[in-house]
């Protein structure tokens, strides 16, 4: 099965250096866990070959570089390639690292190819089925979501997924990086065709109140009318033994329905 990642020049979040963001050497990671190495290419569009090059540190065998005639739209010369490779799987980050990343291009892209994308996925199996994996998706408070998908999909990686291998020089070496330049054929505005935002003046959502019971003091009253709803039953532990706070936090695990036992 063939199966790309999604890769981009990345600016370290401390030292501001160029990089590959951490989590696209986790996507990487969890490709290589899915198929075989030989199966796998990195895929870039733009400038900064430097940084897309450390993918073959982290296991990647081969990475290619799409010279984009417009380097601040990557999506026809990403949506290009694709098309011409057919890959089942597309692996991205989930939002790039140093510039102005506004975490779209896994979108857009599915949008110009016609194909599904699962957002925030930490684990990728192959399903039972032909042509389809099992993934499990990172939710809100810490919650898991398993789901059967059909291929060809794009995923983006959350976070939360296991840690990339290693970078290993060797391996970087071996490794071998592609520049080429694709054919367009005029349909640089074709993938944006049916694309538009929609902007919107900001409002206000009405925040639901709690009633006060019949009779209730002034004060209650007012604790109803300031509360956030569904912030209420909490509790302040003062230096609590370390069985008291674990009962605590058992306790509100198990209302947030993460653990159910």
Do not use: N, W
């Not at 102005?100 to 990728?124: C, E, K, N, R, T």
């Not at 709690?210 to 009779?215: K, V």
């Not at 109803?224 to 909490?234: I, Q, R, Y």
Request: one cysteine or more; proline letters at 7%.
């Amino acid at each position: 099965m063939k199966v790309m990642v999604l890769l981009s020049a990345g600016r370290h979040p401390v030292s501001d250096r160029p990089c590959l963001p951490r989590v696209e050497a986790q996507a990487v990671a969890m490709a290589l866990r899915f198929a075989a190495p030989s199966e796998i290419v990195g895929l870039h569009a733009g400038t900064g070959a430097v940084e897309v090059s450390e993918a073959l540190g982290y296991g990647l065998a081969r990475v290619d570089v799409i010279e984009s005639a417009d380097p601040d739209d990557p999506i026809p010369a990403l949506a290009a390639a694709v098309r011409q490779a057919g890959p089942k799987l597309v692996l991205a980050g989930r939002r790039g690292q140093g510039g102005a990343d506004s975490g779209m291009v896994p979108y857009m892209l599915a949008h110009a190819l016609g194909m599904a994308i699962l957002p925030d996925v930490i684990s990728i199996a192959p399903g039972e089925a032909e042509d389809t994996i099992v993934v499990e998706q990172a939710l809100l408070r810490g919650a898991r979501r398993r789901i059967v998908a059909r291929l060809p999909a794009i995923v983006t990686v959350h976070p939360a997924s296991a840690a990339p291998a290693p970078f290993a020089f060797g391996r970087a070496r071996q490794g071998v990086l592609l520049r080429q330049r694709l054919d367009l054929g005029g349909r640089d505005g074709a993938v944006r065709e049916g694309f538009e935002a929609e902007e919107r003046t900001y409002q206000r959502r009405p925040r639901v109140m709690a009633r006060a019971a019949a009779g209730a003091s002034a004060a209650d009253r007012l604790r109803a009318a300031t509360e956030v709803a569904g912030g209420g039953g909490g509790k302040v532990m003062v230096d609590p033994s370390p069985e008291e706070a674990a009962r605590a936090i058992l306790a509100y695990l198990r209302g947030i329905d993460v653990l159910r036992t």
